[in-house]
C-alpha cells in the first residue's frame, strides 16, 4: 500500500485540507517525503532512474550515480522544510513529526514482511514447528472424539527364514505399511513454501496400537524412526518386521507338506469404535503378490489371503482384526533325493536277494547285510526328519513298513533254507502238504513245469511202509534167497554141488548174503532220503515263490499308494 493511503487511512480529509492550505511548506514537505519514499521503494525493487534499454553498462551507471546524487541533495531538502514546519507551529510540527514516524513504521514493516518471505528459517523447520508446538501425542488425532480412526494396512512377505517344527514357531520377514488420517497434522502448502509431504519422529506423534496376535518372540527387526505426513493429514508408516509367531504345522505329509500360518493384526486396546482397521489394497493383489519375495530357499509362497473380521470376548467390546493366512509349500527334491532314494534303493536291492537258490546260506547273509545298512541309514537320517509331539510323518511310517518288510523277507528265506537243508532228519512230506502246495499253489502260480512236482514215486511209499526193525529185515531178506535159489533151479542153472542137510545153510553163503542184505538196505535208505529231500526241495521251492510274489505285490501297492498320496500333496 502506498504511503499517501496509510495517512489517509489515519487523518481526515478535512484535517489533510486544512494543513495544506495554512502551511504550504507541510504541503511541500509531504510531496517531497512521498516522492522519496516511492524512489526508496524503487531501488529495493530494482529499478534505477534514467535507465533505458539498449544502454550500454557504464552508461547506466553514470546514470544511476547521477540520479542518486540528486535523490541525496533531494533528501537534504525536505529536511529542512520539516525543521521550518516545525518552528513555524507546535501542533502542525507534532502532526509532521507523526507522519514522519509512520513513515518509518511502514518501511520496518514492509522489511520485515520481506524477511519472512524470502526465509531466515528453513520451511520444513517452520511447517515442522507449527505442527509440533502443540501437539498432544497421547491423545487420538480427532476433532471429533465419535468420530473412528480408520487404519489401512498391507503386508508384503519378503521370506520365510525358518520353520520349527519342534516348537511349532514360524519366522517371516515382512514389509509392514500402515496409513491413518490424523487430524491435527494438517497445513496449507502454500503458507510453507508448497511443502506437500514432511517427515516427522514417530515418537511425537500418536501411533496406533496394532499388534501381530501369534507374536511369540521379538524378532530382529530394524528400528525405523520416521513417518511421512501429507497435507490432508495423511500418516504413512512404513517398515520391515522379522515375525516369530506361533503355527499349528502338520507335518504328515512331510516332505510333500503345505503349512497355513495366520498374522493376525488388531488393536490391543482400543476397540472398533475408536480404531478399525482395513485392507490398503485390494485382496487379488495381496494374494498374489511375489515381487519382494525371495524364492531361493526351502520354501514356496503360495498366496496370501486376507480376511477382516470382529472380535468380541464375552463381556467386553469388539475389536476389529485383520487376519492374513500365509500359505506356503516345502520344496520336496533335496529330501527326495537324500531320504526316499536310498531307502527305494535298499528295498529293489531285497527283492533282488530272493533270486539267489533258495538252498544256499548266501542269501541268509545278504539280507542281515541289508538290514543292518538300513538301521545305519534309519540313524543317519533320524536328525533330518521333523520331531513333534503330536504326530508322525507318513515318511516315518514309510521307514518303519520298510524295516518290517526287510524282517519279513529274512524270516521268509530263514524259514525256506530250514526247510531245504538237512532233510535226512526230516520225516516225510504230509500228503495234504503235497496237496495243497505241490497241486494247487503251482497252478495258482502259474508254474510251467509242474509234472516235477506231483508225488509220483510209488517205490518211496513202499519202501516208506516196510518196516525197520533189522529181524524183520533179515526174515524178509532170506525169504528172498530162498525164492531167489528156486528160480534159478527152474531156469535150469547148473546143479549145485551137495546140498546140506534141509534146515542148515553153509556159514560162508549166510555171510554173503546178509552182506549183500545191508548193501541193499543201504542203497533203499539213500534212495529213500533223497526223495524225501527232493520233496522237501519242492516244496520250498514253490513256498519261495509263493512268499517272493506276495511280497513284491505287498511292496509296489504300497510304493504305488505313498507315490500317488505324495503326488497329489504336491500338486494339490
Given at each position: ?122 520451511a520444513l523447520l517452520q511447517l515442522s514447528d507449527y505442527l509440533l508446538t502443540h501437539y498432544k501425542k497421547g491423545v487420538r488425532p480427532v476433532q471429533d472424539w465419535r468420530r473412528t480412526t480408520n487404519v489401512a494396512i498391507d503386508v508384503m512377505v519378503y521370506a520365510i527364514l525358518s520353520v520349527d517344527e519342534k516348537n511349532q514357531v514360524l519366522t517371516t ?67 520391515p518386521i522379522q515375525v516369530v509367531t506361533a503355527c499349528s504345522l502338520d507335518i504328515y505329509n512331510f516332505p510333500f507338506d503345505v503349512q497355513n500360518c495366520s498374522l493376525t493384526f488388531t488393536s490391543w486396546l482400543h476397540n472398533i469404535r475408536d480404531i478399525n482397521i482395513s485392507l490398503w489394497r485390494q485382496p487379488e493383489l495381496v494374494k498374489f503378490d511375489k515381487s519382494v519375495f525371495m524364492n531361493q530357499g526351502e520354501w514356496e509362497l503360495l498366496y496370501v489371503l486376507s480376511q477382516f ?264
Amino acid at each position: 500500500m502506498p504511503p499517501l493511503m496509510e495517512y489517509n487511512n489515519l487523518l481526515s480529509p478535512c484535517a489533510i485540507s486544512k494543513l495544506t492550505s495554512s502551511h504550504p511548506s507541510v504541503l511541500g514537505f509531504m510531496r517531497q517525503l512521498f516522492l522519496s519514499e516511492g524512489r526508496i521503494e524503487g531501488r529495493e525493487k530494482g529499478e534505477s532512474w534514467g535507465s533505458r534499454k539498449g544502454e550500454p553498462a557504464e552508461e547506466n551507471q553514470k546514470t544511476q550515480s547521477y540520479v542518486w546524487s540528486r535523490w541525496e541533495e533531494e533528501q537534504r531538502k525536505t529536511a529542512t522544510l520539516w525543521i521550518k514546519a516545525m518552528t513555524s507551529s507546535v501542533p502542525w510540527a507534532f502532526l509532521a513529526l507523526l507522519l514522519f514516524t509512520f513513515k518509518f513504521q511502514s518501511e520496518a514493516s514492509r522489511k520485515g514482511n520481506k524477511t519472512t518471505w524470502n526465509g531466515t528459517k528453513p520451511a520444513l523447520l517452520q511447517l515442522s514447528d507449527y505442527l509440533l508446538t502443540h501437539y498432544k501425542k497421547g491423545v487420538r488425532p480427532v476433532q471429533d472424539w465419535r468420530r473412528t480412526t480408520n487404519v489401512a494396512i498391507d503386508v508384503m512377505v519378503y521370506a520365510i527364514l525358518s520353520v520349527d517344527e519342534k516348537n511349532q514357531v514360524l519366522t517371516t520377514y515382512i514389509w509392514y505399511q500402515q496409513h491413518w488420517i490424523d487430524e491435527f497434522l494438517r497445513w496449507n502448502p502454500e503458507d510453507f513454501d508448497n511443502i506437500t509431504q514432511l517427515s516427522l519422529p514417530t515418537e511425537s506423534i500418536w501411533v496406533p496400537d496394532i499388534l501381530i496376535n501369534e507374536f511369540v518372540d521379538m524378532g530382529k527387526s530394524p528400528d525405523i524412526p520416521y513417518v511421512y505426513v501429507r497435507s490432508h493429514g495423511e500418516v504413512k508408516n512404513l517398515k520391515p518386521i522379522q515375525v516369530v509367531t506361533a503355527c499349528s504345522l502338520d507335518i504328515y505329509n512331510f516332505p510333500f507338506d503345505v503349512q497355513n500360518c495366520s498374522l493376525t493384526f488388531t488393536s490391543w486396546l482400543h476397540n472398533i469404535r475408536d480404531i478399525n482397521i482395513s485392507l490398503w489394497r485390494q485382496p487379488e493383489l495381496v494374494k498374489f503378490d511375489k515381487s519382494v519375495f525371495m524364492n531361493q530357499g526351502e520354501w514356496e509362497l503360495l498366496y496370501v489371503l486376507s480376511q477382516f473380521q470382529e472380535f468380541s470376548v464375552e463381556g467386553s467390546d469388539s475389536y476389529a482384526e485383520m487376519k492374513f493366512y500365509v500359505v506356503i509349500r516345502r520344496r520336496p527334491l533335496f529330501y527326495a533325493v537324500n531320504l526316499l532314494l536310498p531307502s527305494i534303493f535298499l528295498m529293489v536291492m531285497d527283492i533282488v536277494g530272493f533270486y539267489l537258490p533258495p538252498d544256499s546260506g548266501e542269501r541268509v547273509s545278504f539280507k542281515i547285510t541289508l538290514l543292518l545298512g538300513y538301521s545305519v541309514f534309519l540313524i543317519i537320517v533320524s536328525d533330518t526328519l521333523p520331531a513333534t509331539a503330536i504326530g508322525t510323518p507318513l515318511i516315518g511310517v514309510y521307514f518303519v513298513v520298510c524295516m518290517a518288510l526287510l524282517v519279513i523277507s529274512l524270516t521268509e528265506t530263514i524259514l525256506i533254507v530250514r526247510l531245504v537243508h538237512k532233510q535226512d532228519l526230516q520225516p516225510h512230506v504230509p500228503d495234504w502238504v503235497k496237496r495243497l502246495v505241490l497241486e494247487r499253489a503251482t497252478i495258482l502260480l502259474c508254474i510251467r513245469n509242474r509234472k516235477k512236482f506231483y508225488p509220483s514215486r510209488t517205490q518211496s511209499s513202499e519202501i516208506s511202509r516196510r518196516p525197520e526193525d533189522d529181524d524183520s529185515t533179515d526174515k524178509q531178506n532170506h525169504y528172498g534167497c530162498e525164492n531167489l535159489r528156486e528160480f534159478e533151479r527152474a531156469a535150469g542153472a547148473r546143479p549145485a554141488p551137495a546140498s546140506p542137510v534141509p534146515g542148515e545153510s553153509s556159514p560162508v553163503a549166510d555171510s554173503i548174503l546178509q552182506e549183500i542184505a545191508a548193501i541193499r538196505q543201504f542203497l533203499e535208505k539213500r534212495d529213500e532220503f533223497r526223495d524225501i529231500a527232493r520233496e522237501w526241495l519242492q516244496v520250498g521251492y514253490v513256498l519261495d515263490v509263493l512268499l517272493f510274489r506276495a511280497y513284491l505285490v505287498a511292496v509296489l501297492a504300497y510304493s504305488i499308494t505313498l507315490g500317488t498320496l505324495w503326488s497329489v500333496w504336491q500338486y494339490a
